[in-house]
C-alpha cells in the first residue's frame, strides 16, 4: 500500500517488540501485556525519524514449533511482514541471550535481501552491556543494545533503521482519502469492506469483536480510489473488560480522528441505539464527514423500517445534515449510491464561504434574532472568518461577553439554511476581542 521503506519488527513472544514499537511511536498504539502472544495481526505504522518517512510493522511472536492454531497464524504473519521489509529488526531478549528459535530465525534471515538489525532489548542499564557481547556470534554484525520500557538506546537504534534504509520513493499515499468504517460490533462493517473490495478479505463472523485492529485497504468506489479502514465495534466503555479490546476501541477512535469521511452501519433490523448516537457524536465531534448506511434493509418488516427511519430523524437529529443510504452491505443492494454521496460529501467539506459573504449574513441573523443577554450584558458578534476547510471551521469574534453553544447551533443552522453543507459538519469557535480604552 505503501512505496515508503518498509520496518519489520520480528521475534519470538515476550521480547518486547510491541513495547518498542510504542516507544518509537511515542504513544501506546500497539497492544502490551505481560502474557505472551498477543499481538495477534500484523499491524502497520508510519513512522519518521532525522527526515526519513517509513513503515514500521508490528508482528505477532514467530515460534517456529508452534503447536496451536493461533500460534501458527502469528508466525504467518510474521513471515508475510518479512517479505519485502527493506529492514528486519530481530529482537531479542538481551538478558538471555539467543534461544532455539531466536537462532532458527537468525538463520532464515541470511537468506533475506534486506538490511537485518539485531536489537537486544531489555538490556535496562551498563551493568548488563557484557551480557549482550555473546551476540556477536550470529553474524549479523553490532547488536543494538536498547530498553524499549525506558527508552535506552532507542535513539541510537532509530539513527540505524535510518542508515540502513533504501532511498524513499514517490508515493501517491497522503492523496488518497480515507473512509473509516465504524459502528457497533456485528452490524456488518466488514461485510461492507468485503463487498467493497470485491473478495472475502476480512475475515466476517457472527461472533461480535471478530475485527480488533482496524484493517485497511484501496479500493476503487465508482471512479475514484480511496483508502478504506475497517475498524473494531465500539462498545460502551463499562462492557470493555478485557484489556486487548480496550485499546482496539482506542484504534478505532484514532481511525476516525484521521478519516476524511466516516460510514457510519447502524443496524436496520434493531433501530437506532443509544451506542449509535454516542458514535454518531464522536464522528461529528472528529471533524469527519459522516454517512449513514441503515445495513440489513432487506431483513426488517414494513413496521421495523418504519420504526428505523423514525429512530433516524429521532435519535440521530444532531446530525440530521448527513446523508442516509438504504443498503445491505450482505448482497450490494443500493450500494450503488454510495459514489454520488461520497462526492457531494467531500464537495461540501472544501466549501469555503468568501469572509465578505459570510459577515453580511452573519449581521443580517444577528439583527433579526440577537444573542441572548449573559450575565446582564448582550454580546455582540463583531465579525466572523473562515479559517479552514475538511472540516469548513469558522472563527467568530465577539465582543461583550461569551456567546453559548445554543447561539451557535443557531448560526450553523442559517448556514447549513444558506448554503450547501450536506454531509459535514461545520466547527464554529469564538474568539474574545474587547475594546482597547480610548477606542471608538
Not at 16 to 34: D, F, H, I, P
Not at 392 to 407: A, H, K, L, Q, W
Not at 430 to 435: G, I
Amino acid at each position: 500500500m505503501s512505496r515508503l521503506p518498509v520496518v519489520a519488527v520480528l521475534g519470538r513472544p515476550n521480547v518486547g517488540k510491541s513495547t518498542l514499537v510504542n516507544r518509537v511511536l511515542g504513544r501506546r498504539a500497539a497492544v502490551v501485556q505481560e502474557r505472551p502472544g498477543v499481538t495477534r495481526d500484523r499491524r502497520e505504522f508510519r513512522c519518521d525519524w532525522a527526515g526519513r518517512d517509513f513503515i514500521l510493522i508490528d508482528t505477532g511472536g514467530w515460534e517456529l514449533a508452534a503447536g496451536q492454531e493461533l500460534a501458527a497464524g502469528i508466525t504467518a504473519q510474521a513471515e508475510a511482514a518479512l517479505v519485502g521489509a527493506d529492514v528486519v529488526l530481530l529482537v531479542v531478549d538481551g538478558t538471555v541471550g539467543l534461544s532455539e528459535d531466536d537462532a532458527a530465525v537468525e538463520k532464515m534471515l541470511r537468506d533475506t535481501t534486506a538490511r537485518v538489525i539485531l536489537v537486544a532489548n531489555k538490556v535496562d542499564d551498563a551493568a548488563k552491556e557484557l551480557d549482550v557481547s555473546t551476540l556477536w556470534k550470529t553474524g549479523l554484525g553490532e547488536p543494538v543494545s536498547i530498553s524499549a520500557l525506558h527508552g535506552r538506546g532507542v535513539g541510537d537504534l532509530l539513527d540505524r533503521i535510518v542508515d540502513a534504509l533504501p532511498m524513499a520513493e514517490d508515493s501517491d499515499e497522503d492523496k488518497l482519502t480515507t473512509l473509516a468504517i465504524i459502528g457497533r460490533p456485528n452490524v456488518g462493517k466488514s461485510t461492507l469492506l468485503n463487498r467493497l473490495i470485491g473478495e472475502e478479505r476480512v475475515l466476517v463472523s457472527p461472533t461480535p469483536g471478530t475485527t480488533r485492529d482496524p484493517i485497511d485497504v484501496e479500493v476503487t468506489i465508482g471512479d475514484e480510489l480511496f483508502r478504506v479502514v475497517d475498524t473494531a465495534g465500539i462498545r460502551r466503555n463499562p462492557k470493555v473488560k478485557d484489556s486487548a479490546d480496550f485499546y482496539s476501541i482506542v484504534r478505532a477512535r484514532q481511525a476516525l480522528d484521521e478519516a476524511d469521511v466516516a460510514l457510519l452501519l447502524v443496524d436496520a433490523t434493531e433501530g437506532v441505539t443509544q451506542q449509535d448516537q454516542r458514535i454518531a457524536q464522536e464522528a461529528a465531534e472528529s471533524g469527519a464527514g459522516l454517512i449513514l448506511l441503515l445495513n440489513k434493509w432487506d431483513l426488517p418488516d414494513l413496521e421495523q423500517r418504519e420504526a428505523t427511519t423514525f429512530g433516524v430523524g429521532d435519535r440521530l437529529g444532531f446530525v440530521g445534515w448527513a446523508p442516509v443510504l438504504r443498503i445491505s452491505a450482505l448482497t450490494g443492494a443500493r450500494l450503488h449510491r454510495l459514489p454520488a454521496a461520497l462526492d457531494v460529501v467531500l464537495e461540501n467539506r472544501a466549501r469555503r464561504v468568501p469572509t465578505g459573504q459570510l459577515n453580511r449574513m452573519i449581521r443580517g441573523w444577528q439583527a433579526s434574532h440577537p444573542p441572548p443577554v449573559r450575565k446582564g450584558r448582550r454580546p455582540k458578534i463583531l465579525y466572523a472568518v473562515q479559517a479552514g476547510t475538511s472540516p469548513p471551521t469558522v472563527i467568530v469574534f465577539v465582543s461583550g461577553g461569551e456567546i453559548g453553544d445554543d447561539y451557535l447551533r443557531y448560526l450553523e443552522n442559517r448556514m447549513r439554511a444558506e448554503m450547501e453543507f450536506e454531509g459535514t459538519p461545520i466547527h464554529l469557535v469564538t474568539r474574545a476581542k474587547e475594546r482597547r480604552a480610548g477606542g471608538d
